[in-house]
């Protein structure tokens, strides 16, 4: 299958997570086989976090796909009439109203700042865009935010934007800036807001913080090819972590 016709179906989220985007390794992939290759492959389950997370995004990027959204005006999921919304919905869980409305405001305070809003939102910026590309001789796809002219723009929610630069790499988002680099040739920078108070920051990637994501990538290629790979040697349930302690 041509590039240009792969690129074009993993727009669509179902093909990216569930369809032909199986074939291919991505940011996503390098906590599971450094911390766990054993849980590679088993799909993560949604949860409140992550279904806060893509309402975010939807709201700056893809504001059409919001209308789907459904959220319950009550105080918690223990009760009556959130069980039964719940029951009709067929959905695994549903966002409160007050949650709903949290992410709401927190999308308004990063738009409403000017040079957020001019970074977002310039001429020529194309948003949700899919890239594939090879990567230590392994298949990698990603998808990115934000394409700008110069760079691109990945939007985030932190709990504590003070921590960022060590979350950051706790959550492996310098790999994510190495592949991202790799796949469409452009810097990548972050647009953080704070959940708990509002606050922005805006982070760019340096070369330091992008080789160590490629040192990351790396060591997970390694354990890809070890298990997992077209030669592989190992059988990943045999698999045990192995630390000296110091």
Known sequence: MLTETI???LKDD?????GIGKNYLSNSDIGTLLSNPKEFGIPREDNVNFAKGRLFHHLILEPEKVQNWIAVDVSSRNTKKYKEILAESGEPFLLL???YNDIQELAKVMTANLDFYDMIYAKGNQFEVPAIGEIGGVMWKGKADIVCE???IDIKTTSDINK?????KNYNYDSQAYVYHTLFGKPLKFLVIDKTNGQLGLFETTADFIEKGAEKVEKAIN???KFFGED???DVNQYYRHVELF
Do not use: I
């Not at 179902?14 to 569930?18: D, H, I, M, S, V």
């Not at 960022?164 to 950051?168: E, L, R």
């Open 97 to 99: 109203q007050k949650e």
């Open 14 to 18: 179902k093909e990216y997570y569930g």
């Open 7 to 9: 690129v074009k179906k």
């Open 223 to 225: 354990v890809y090819n």
């Open 150 to 152: 110069d760079c691109l």
């Open 232 to 234: 592989a040697t190992d």
């Open 164 to 168: 960022f630069v060590y979350s950051a």
